[in-house]
């Protein structure tokens, strides 16, 4: 079992920027490639980005690409996703997930475990 938890969402205005953490605890956390995703009202949760095990391999959403990074800490067992120059469309809740893989994937099937949660809001 791996437990999630997401912290440092909340409000903030259009161009702001955010940095969301997500503690893993339990099984080995370096096992496990890591992913965000984000679920706004009324629509399905999408990908947002993925790290791999190592932390040398990431993979981004066209739609962040360029704003958002994804890092971790091996060490600290823990997912970082900075966001910035947020726009009122990346409101949603977004979760963190752990897949038992290498690379990790642009699809929520292929996760394991799941965080969560935590609002992200967006002011125009």
């Known amino acids: 079992q791996v437990q999630l938890v997401e912290s440092g969402g909340g409000l903030v205005q259009a161009g702001g920027s955010l940095r969301l953490s997500c503690a893993a605890s339990g099984r080995t956390f370096s096992y496990y490639a890591m992913g965000w995703f984000r679920q706004a009202p009324g629509k399905e949760r999408e990908f947002v980005g993925a790290?791999?095990?190592?932390?040398?391999?990431?993979d981004y959403a066209d739609s962040v690409k360029g704003r958002f990074t994804i890092s971790r800490d091996n060490a600290k067992n823990t997912v970082y996703l900075q966001m910035n120059s947020l726009k009122p469309e990346d409101t949603a809740v977004y979760y963190c997930a752990a897949d038992f893989s290498e690379r990790g994937s642009r699809y929520s099937s292929r996760y394991d475990y799941w965080g969560q949660g935590i609002q992200v809001t967006i002011s125009s």
């Open positions: 790290i791999s095990r190592s932390g040398s391999t990431t």
